[in-house]
């Protein structure tokens, strides 16, 4: 028995069952044995690879649109560029060297890494230091500790990774999904809670999901970004969360685990799995405008980045690529565009405050 199952039953015995949150939590973020407490799980000798990790282009992009914005936002002398969740620091070591571009926002930029994990903290560094030794990134374990002013912040596939709460609907009304302990089968199992959850937890229009259905609402992603969008809609600045998930709110199940690029059972291997949840964007932009910010999309990533010009970023790439570079080129636009790959599944939404122009990918958006 792992650690971490043999702390989870020593926990439900104590306390009886957790939510969903408190057991992804766990799972994620235990001090000891937390998946992304312990290790790098990115790329393909680990768990899941990300955009950035497939090719410098997402970086890229993505640096050339902060300085777009940057402009849009009067071109302030110091702003906090900012990013959570940074994986290995290869997205913002790409959207540094893009950035060189426009040299002023360049100087301009802070750079604030929003990170738990210790090991991937150690990859960022390394990698940043490498490849930009003139920049110095600041470490933080929540965005609340960033310093006030201007930012510019970039979120690809954080939200996923915040826990989630999930509630069913049954006969009787809405029952929360919980983690229990089976003695008989001696593992992890669901149980659903005796009592009714409060009615305002569950937003319409998910309140009207019928019998059977399940509904997931991530407390700590909507206060994330309700912090997030407060702070650019009082201070000025803007916002790229990117991500797998829905547009709009609806019931589903969507708990995942992901071990080695295949899908795994949720509470089979606590703490060796990594778990994820789709991201409601609806809820999430809700949350945002509430807090004063404007939202633009989601659009999805195919056609955000071929509105920034991804397909004349790979031309330019591949005219000075060898042959098996440019054939890794070709497959990467696919894999990060193409609607049957990340191009419509990952969706990108834009907050930033009230003030500033349509920004730069969201000219079709609503
Ligand atoms: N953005 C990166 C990594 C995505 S994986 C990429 O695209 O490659 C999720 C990232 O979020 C990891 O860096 C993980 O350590 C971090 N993370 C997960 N939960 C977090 C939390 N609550 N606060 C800060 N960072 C967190």
Partial sequence: MTGLRNHLRRRIALEGPLTVARYMEECLGNPRHGYYMTRDPLGRAGD??????????????????AAVQWRAMGGPGAVHLVELGPGRGTLMADALRAAGQVPEFRAAAHVHLVETGPV??????????????????????DLSQVPDGP??????????????RQFLRGPDGWRERLVG??????????????????????PPPLDAAPEGGVVEICPAGLRKAHTLAARLAAQGGAALIVDYGHDRSAPGDTLQAVKGHEYAGVLDDPGDVDLTAHVDFQQLANVCIRAGAATFGPVGQGDFLSALGIRERAAALTARAGEDQRADIEAALDRLTGADQMGRLFRVLAVQHPRLPRPSGFEQAV
């Fill in 120 to 141: 991937l903290r150690e990859r960022q560094r390394e990698t940043l230091a490498t490849a930009h030794p003139d920049v110095a990134p600041k470490w933080w374990n």
């Fill in 48 to 65: 899941f690879t990300t955009a950035p990790e497939i090719s410098q282009m997402f970086g890229e992009l993505i640096g050339l649109w």
């Fill in 181 to 202: 302990w089976d003695e008989d089968a001696g593992g992890l199992a669901f149980v659903r809670s005796g009592a009714q959850p409060t009615t305002p937890l569950i």
């Fill in 151 to 164: 930012a510019i912040a970039i979120a690809n596939e954080f939200f996923d990774a915040l826990p989630i």
